[in-house]
């Protein structure tokens, strides 16, 4: 437990609430289709590494089976 303390010190900085940070709301909702835009980004890659695992497999399988 004392080495926890150490790893997070509570310091000064820390103690200012969350709350009083200041923040435009426009920048929110660009931010947040930003991330919209990467998640779909990111699932059309994973499909797309998904199809080209899937071929891979398919062609190891046929070089195996052709010898």
């Given amino acids: 437990e004392k080495e ?4 997070f010190p509570t310091d000064r900085q820390y103690e200012d609430p969350v709350a009083e ?3 435009d709301e426009s920048e929110v ?3 947040k289709s930003r991330v919209a835009m ?3 980004e990111n699932l059309q ?3 797309m590494l ?3 695992n899937q071929i891979i497999s398919q062609f190891k399988s046929s070089v195996r089976s052709g010898r």
């Fill in 4 to 7: 926890q303390g150490e790893l």
């Fill in 21 to 23: 940070v200041e923040y």
């Fill in 29 to 31: 909702g660009q931010l």
């Fill in 38 to 40: 990467l998640e779909q």
């Fill in 45 to 47: 890659l994973k499909q």
């Fill in 50 to 52: 998904h199809k080209r």
